[in-house]
């Protein structure tokens, strides 16, 4: 009897790694949008990623990964809802403009204001869940949104989610912008991507210029360039760099992707080349 008692968590943990594997092995493209400093406007880019793919008829599905600052619901307009669960004991995402499933801890808090305070342990038993009770269906991608740095957070989903058979590798976006202080800490983004086996897709640099409203004339408020640069010095490809528009500000405040309402900005014009860009390389490999 002592026997099958201690055998029961090693079974446990066998079924529980099972059921992760098939959820995962549903989940075609994994897209982990990276940052080396917070403040780069990852949340932005990661929102806007997901319904630009989900436009061009791509089943798509966002894991905000970013447990102490969890944006992602107020950024694609989907605030003050509840996870709920299905007959099987499964979490039911919420659903998004273009059908994206959303899923975040900002669900399960009390109000906006309540923080999260937890230790490492806790948040990679909670992207486990996240990625293994999840009912995300079948994906063509999921996009993760990371908070900045290479913690626990990146390295748990970069963790649990590669090696799976029939799974294209994990990839990841790098998102800076031009000061070289962001350009400091996103190479070393670039580098966990590389120490983790992951497939770098290349580096944005937002809020690269800025264009004056009254005559035209481009600003270089955080200057520019920089994110080529450090794709060059690294070897990875340099996807683009979106300018700063107010627009993008209005349309994030108000829950509403930018490139859904401001896709003929020079900013809006310049993200769908980006999208273009990391879809040559997943879709044609």
């Excluded at 994994?30 to 929102?47: D, E, L, P, R, W």
């Excluded at 509840?82 to 099987?88: F, K, Q, T, V």
């Excluded at 983004?189 to 120490?195: D, G, H, I, L």
């Excluded at 409203?213 to 060059?232: V, W």
Aim: hydrophobic share 40%.
């Amino acid at each position: 009897m002592a026997d099958n008692q201690s055998d029961k968590p090693v079974q446990i943990q066998e079924d529980q790694q099972k059921k992760l594997q098939k959820q995962l092995s549903r989940i075609r493209h994994t897209v982990m949008v990276m940052s080396g400093k917070g403040g780069v406007g990852k949340s932005t880019v990661t929102a806007n990623l997901a319904v630009s793919l989900a436009r061009e008829g791509y089943r798509v599905g966002v894991l905000d990964g970013d447990i102490h600052g969890p944006d992602i619901p107020k950024v694609l307009g989907v605030e003050n809802m509840r996870l709920m669960g299905d007959e099987e004991g499964n979490i039911l995402p919420v659903e998004a403009i273009g059908g994206i499933k959303v899923v975040s801890v900002g669900y399960l808090l009390d109000s906006p204001d309540t923080p999260v305070i937890w230790r490492g342990p806790m948040k990679h038993t909670v992207m486990r869940q996240f990625l293994k009770d999840v009912n995300w269906g079948d994906l063509d991608f999921l996009v993760v949104d990371l908070p900045p740095g290479t913690g626990d957070e990146p390295l748990s989903i970069a963790q649990l989610t590669k090696g799976v058979e029939g799974v294209e590798t994990p990839c990841a976006v790098i998102v800076t912008t031009p000061q070289d202080v962001a350009l400091l800490d996103s190479r070393k983004s670039v580098e966990f991507a590389r120490a983790l086996e992951l497939k770098p897709l290349g580096i944005i640099e937002n809020m690269s210029g800025f264009a004056c409203p009254h005559c035209g004339e481009s600003i270089d408020l955080f200057k520019t360039g920089g994110g080529r640069k450090a794709s060059e010095d690294l070897g990875v490809p340099f996807l683009g760099a979106v300018p700063i528009d107010p627009a993008i500000v209005r349309d994030t405040d108000e829950g509403r992707p930018f490139v859904t309402s401001s896709g003929d900005t020079e900013a809006g014009k310049a993200f769908g080349k980006i999208v273009s860009k990391i879809l040559e390389q997943i879709v044609s490999r």
